[in-house]
């Protein structure tokens, strides 16, 4: 049974930091893509960054030189540090998994990131 399991969402103020993880469990996780999505109210889900297996790295315009995802194989875990944070970063951040090869697409529960302004 695959899970991706994220915590540290909350509320923070417009220009403050706040870090999210996903803790994935059931997936060969090295061979996997991570990457955080995000939805705002009424908006579509959008890519906010990700990770291959490698460790190449890309990120949304919107958030480049403000946000840095990571990942851990040791730990299985993927990581986003968020800083100077803006009210439109606000929504509900998902963590994916994804593995080419095998076509395999999993999300997480997601957590709510809320800045305030």
């Known amino acids: 049974q695959v899970q991706l399991v994220e915590s540290g969402g909350g509320l923070v103020q417009a220009g403050g930091s706040l870090s999210v993880s996903c803790a994935a469990s059931g997936i060969i996780f090295r061979l996997n893509t991570m990457g955080w999505y995000r939805q705002a109210p009424g908006k579509q889900r959008e890519l906010v960054a990700r990770?291959?297996?490698?460790?190449?790295?890309n990120y949304a315009d919107s958030v480049k030189g403000r946000f840095t995802i990571s990942r851990d194989n040791a730990k299985n875990t993927v990581y986003l540090q968020m800083t100077s944070l803006k009210p439109e970063d606000t929504g509900v951040y998902y963590c994916?998994?994804?593995?080419?090869?095998?076509?395999?697409?999993?999300w997480g529960q997601g957590t709510q990131v809320t800045v305030s302004s």
């Open positions: 990770i291959a297996s490698g460790g190449d790295t």
């Open positions: 994916n998994a994804f593995r080419q090869v095998t076509g395999r697409n999993y």
